[in-house]
């Protein structure tokens, strides 16, 4: 594991879970390697489930086909999208499995600074991206949450914690579409 990445886990898992009842319900949607999960079980947290497009995911698939991976409507406490977000849009996916006023914790570059990860990668000190960031986005233009709180770690990355609304407004799917463009 690169240097800077082996870090920035230790730190997350510091940040945003210190907070989480060891009974929450968990989804990491782009769990990879499953180095989360790993860390969250030996520290107490059982109710785990990843989801990646391979293995060793416990849910192997695209969040866009959440239902036919077998996955329920509002039934996770907890969210977790770490570097995901500039791969794949999926602000409505992530909403519809949330609970209400469940928590969404997300990491991604910040679009002005990912020319700086590009270069952290190709020297080695930084993970190496699995697909292009073609869906980078400010935490302050996320869609269909409300941010509790957000930093900017080492001038390149943004980490957030955001929480579903208690009551979301209905949303016909055209409104929906237009406000996660």
Not at 6 to 30: N, R, S
Request: net charge negative.
């Amino acid at each position: 594991m690169p240097l800077l990445s082996d870090f920035a886990q230790q730190q997350k898992i510091k940040y945003f879970f210190k907070d989480i009842p060891k009974d929450a319900q968990i989804l990491e949607v782009g769990s990879g390697t499953g180095w989360l999960g790993k860390s969250l079980q030996a520290d107490g947290w059982h109710n785990y489930k990843g989801l990646d497009l391979f293995p060793p995911a416990d849910f192997v698939g695209e969040i866009q086909n959440w239902k036919q991976l077998g996955l329920k409507e509002n039934s996770f406490d907890v969210i977790v999208a770490f570097e995901l977000i500039e791969h794949v849009h999926c602000f409505h996916e992530l909403h519809a499995l949330l609970k209400p006023g469940g928590s969404l914790f997300l990491t991604s570059p910040l679009p002005h600074m990912d020319w700086l990860c590009h270069s952290l990668e190709a020297l080695g000190l930084n993970q190496k991206r699995s697909s292009p960031h073609d869906h980078l986005i400010y935490f302050e233009d996320i869609p269909l949450f409300e941010r509790v709180e957000m930093k900017i770690v080492g001038c390149m990355a943004q980490w957030g914690k955001f929480q579903k609304p208690l009551k979301s407004a209905h949303l016909h799917n055209s409104n929906l579409e237009q406000l996660i463009r």
